[in-house]
């Protein structure tokens, strides 16, 4: 299954990698500014992959060469289970990807606000075949999993969803500020070259 693609920040940048305001990073983003997009809270981790291809489960990291540390492996292990597969998705011809964010101690610099004492998993993709879901079977998969997904923090245009990560607001987890938002449109849309229209903005590229 190919690694998630890249989700591209909202603004170019300077030469201090600083963004600039409102200089578009994307046609799409500029033309789209002031339409409603669904925000989801940014969660500072490291991407994973859980792949199932109709007989066993395979755990990767952001690329194929990456490599997940063991107490990150450990804990994916624990969450996900063959027989829970077969369970739920033995009828399908189609290999199903998840991607997520592993995240918690030892994950990242900030990764103990999150879980101080340890790690998990969120779910904030599910691709089928050549399908991306939309975000309610996501959140189906999630339940059904048993796992947890990134929550959504309203709707908005880029435009705002730039102002608020600018002023800095906190994460859903707890009283520390997030790593910024992810925004995509309500419904599914692509650029000129086929990619999917998603896009981020950090706290930190100002």
Request: glycine share 10%; net charge neutral.
């Amino acid at each position: 299954m190919k690694e998630f693609h890249k989700i591209e920040t909202l603004l170019d940048r300077d030469a201090r990698f600083k963004v600039i305001k409102y200089e578009w990073r994307l046609p799409e983003f500029e033309y789209l500014k002031n339409n409603e997009w669904l925000w989801t809270e940014k969660v500072d981790g490291t991407n994973i992959r859980v792949i199932w291809n109709g007989q066993a489960l395979i755990f990767g990291g952001k690329t194929d060469k990456a490599q997940i540390p063991p107490f990150l492996l450990a804990k994916l292990q624990e969450l996900f289970s063959v027989s829970k597969f077969v369970e739920l998705y033995a009828g399908s011809d189609n290999a199903m990807c998840l991607y997520g964010e592993g995240y918690g101690a030892r994950i990242q610099k900030g990764g103990g606000n999150y879980i101080p004492n340890g790690v998990d998993f969120i779910l904030f993709d599910v691709k089928i075949g050549d399908w991306w879901l939309e975000r309610n079977n996501i959140e189906d998969i999630a339940n059904k999993l048993g796992i947890k997904v990134v929550p959504i923090l309203g709707k908005g245009t880029l435009l705002e969803a730039i102002e608020e990560t600018q002023e800095g607001h906190y994460s859903t987890f707890g009283q520390f500020i997030a790593e910024g938002i992810v925004v995509r449109p309500p419904i599914s849309l692509f650029t000129r070259r086929g990619e999917r229209l998603l896009g981020k903005i950090k706290t930190k590229d100002f």
